[in-house]
């Protein structure tokens, strides 16, 4: 039966792989055949522009507009909330140093036009251009993704304020949202077809560069997580749960981790991550809100997995990658990481956002490349997401229930 649940949970994960390698061979024997197929391929991606607005302001706007207490767990929130930006910007910069060190493409495919992208804009007009549009019309655009976000949060804030989280606004909101999502999943169920016709152009535009750069991203990524997980982790449960926190961390930790890999989500594994940290002694006021929390907004394999896309497509279009933009590509990993991956079905989001700040001249080609990454990632980025809420808990704890928390539920224990 359990089989039978991680084949459904990866089924369509192994279709999408499937064609998109479909896609490289028929490009690879036939770049004629293939040049005939992209606009397969661009309908798709058409389609996912033209719903990304309103997908993207439905979602944040309803989520915010919803929330049922504002002062509930005030400082268990404030602390969560910090914690998971604080990992996730470690995650991002550890990432960035590999990507100095082993970047992913070596030599810039050929025939990309880069003098397209433009100049980079000043540090007062990226600040300008994170936050605000010019105008409403502004908001209404793939191009301008955090304004939009900004603008979504405020006005589900004043939804709130104004409804409580139950008037009609609050309930268009959520209606909109569920129609949005479902817009999605049919337009999914092309996605197949159109990664078949998009990377069968690929490799018959750019051949075995490719397959030599994805190769190269895998290599650092995969061998990352695992090396996460037993560095990064027990330094985490150290600082939160002081002595012997180490040992009881790995004790428990390697049954949220085999669900993740299991089910491919962050969602499912909260179940499980809520029994380890009630047999870990982890207070249930803080466990009830840290990890429903984290499988939406705690997400440390996804900013690795951003950092490493942003590093791509610069190799990829023959830009470089230099200290100076540490800064801005941290931000928006977290951002884009740890701020979205709340949004129900918003699995393409984190792309838009990196093409609309660092590729928006050449959207039509990154979008399909960021998103390949993001599948060929997903399994150990769900691992380290999930399994990292349980750990997250060991450090909330300590600024909530006092250093010495998890010292005292083990003598408890003990006396029992």
């Given at each position: 039966?359990?089989?039978?649940?991680?084949?459904?949970?990866?089924?369509?994960?192994?279709?999408?792989?499937?064609a998109m390698i479909l896609g490289c061979?028929?490009?690879?024997?036939?770049?004629?055949?293939?040049?005939?197929?992209?606009?397969?391929?661009?309908?798709?991606?058409?389609?996912?522009?033209?719903?990304?607005?309103?997908?993207?302001?439905?979602?944040?706007?309803?989520?915010?507009?919803?929330?049922?207490?504002?002062?509930?767990?005030?400082?268990?929130?404030?602390?969560?909330?910090?914690?998971?930006?604080?990992?996730?910007?470690?995650?991002?910069?550890?990432?960035?140093i590999l990507m100095k060190i082993f970047?992913?493409?070596?030599?810039?495919?050929?025939?990309?036009?880069?003098?397209?992208?433009?100049?980079?804009?000043?540090?007062?007009?990226?600040?300008?251009?994170?936050?605000?549009?010019?105008?409403?019309?502004?908001?209404?655009?793939?191009?301008?993704?955090?304004?939009?976000?900004?603008?979504?949060?405020?006005?589900?804030?004043?939804a709130n304020l104004a409804e409580n989280?139950?008037?009609?606004?609050?309930?268009?909101?959520?209606?909109?949202?569920?129609?949005?999502?479902?817009?999605?999943?049919?337009?999914?169920?092309?996605?197949?077809?159109?990664?078949?016709?998009?990377?069968?152009?690929?490799?018959?535009?750019?051949?075995?560069?490719?397959?030599?750069?994805?190769?190269?991203?895998?290599?650092?990524?995969?061998?990352?997580?695992?090396?996460?997980?037993?560095?990064?982790?027990?330094?985490?449960?150290?600082?939160?749960?002081?002595?012997?926190?180490?040992?009881?961390?790995?004790?428990?930790?390697?049954?949220?981790?085999?669900?993740?890999?299991?089910?491919?989500?962050?969602?499912?594994?909260?179940?499980?991550?809520?029994?380890?940290?009630?047999?870990?002694?982890?207070?249930?006021?803080?466990?009830?809100?840290?990890?429903?929390?984290?499988?939406?907004?705690?997400?440390?394999?996804?900013?690795?997995?951003?950092?490493?896309?942003?590093?791509?497509?610069?190799?990829?279009?023959?830009?470089?990658?230099?200290?100076?933009?540490?800064?801005?590509?941290?931000?928006?990993?977290?951002?884009?990481?740890?701020?979205?991956?709340?949004?129900?079905?918003?699995?393409?989001?984190?792309?838009?956002?990196?093409?609309?700040?660092?590729?928006?001249?050449?959207?039509?080609?990154?979008?399909?490349?960021?998103?390949?990454?993001?599948?060929?990632?997903?399994?150990?980025?769900?691992?380290?997401?999930?399994?990292?809420?349980?750990?997250?808990?060991?450090?909330?704890?300590?600024?909530?229930?006092?250093?010495?928390?998890?010292?005292?539920?083990?003598?408890?224990?003990?006396?029992?």
């Amino acid at each position: 039966m359990q089989n039978k649940e991680i084949a459904r949970n990866y089924r369509f994960l192994a279709i999408l792989l499937g064609a998109m390698i479909l896609g490289c061979i028929v490009g690879w024997i036939s770049p004629e055949f293939a040049a005939k197929l992209k606009p397969f391929g661009t309908v798709f991606i058409n389609m996912m522009f033209c719903i990304v607005v309103p997908l993207v302001f439905a979602s944040i706007s309803s989520s915010v507009a919803g929330m049922r207490s504002r002062k509930r767990a005030g400082k268990i929130l404030g602390t969560t909330v910090a914690v998971f930006v604080i990992t996730g910007a470690i995650a991002a910069f550890i990432m960035f140093i590999l990507m100095k060190i082993f970047p992913p493409v070596l030599t810039a495919w050929e025939d990309i036009p880069a003098e397209e992208m433009g100049e980079y804009a000043t540090l007062s007009d990226m600040i300008v251009n994170f936050f605000t549009a010019s105008d409403f019309v502004g908001l209404l655009t793939r191009r301008a993704m955090l304004p939009l976000i900004v603008f979504s949060l405020l006005f589900g804030f004043a939804a709130n304020l104004a409804e409580n989280g139950e008037g009609v606004i609050t309930r268009f909101l959520e209606s909109l949202t569920n129609v949005m999502l479902k817009f999605v999943k049919i337009i999914t169920f092309y996605a197949p077809i159109a990664f078949f016709a998009i990377f069968a152009g690929l490799v018959a535009d750019y051949g075995s560069m490719i397959t030599e750069s994805y190769g190269r991203a895998m290599l650092v990524y995969y061998p990352l997580c695992f090396i996460y997980i037993f560095t990064a982790f027990p330094l985490f449960a150290r600082f939160g749960g002081g002595p012997g926190a180490v040992k009881v961390m790995f004790k428990h930790i390697a049954r949220p981790a085999v669900v993740s890999l299991g089910t491919c989500s962050s969602v499912a594994t909260i179940p499980t991550n809520m029994e380890v940290a009630e047999d870990t002694g982890i207070s249930k006021d803080v466990s009830e809100m840290v990890i429903p929390l984290g499988a939406t907004m705690h997400m440390d394999g996804s900013c690795f997995s951003c950092v490493l896309k942003i590093a791509f497509v610069y190799g990829v279009f023959g830009i470089d990658f230099t200290w100076g933009q540490v800064i801005p590509i941290i931000l928006v990993a977290v951002l884009s990481s740890v701020g979205m991956s709340g949004v129900p079905g918003g699995g393409y989001i984190g792309e838009y956002i990196i093409c609309s700040i660092f590729f928006p001249a050449q959207m039509e080609l990154a979008f399909p490349i960021l998103v390949a990454i993001g599948n060929l990632v997903d399994p150990p980025a769900t691992m380290i997401n999930s399994s990292g809420d349980y750990v997250v808990s060991y450090i909330v704890s300590r600024y909530v229930d006092g250093k010495d928390w998890l010292q005292q539920k083990l003598g408890a224990l003990n006396k029992v």
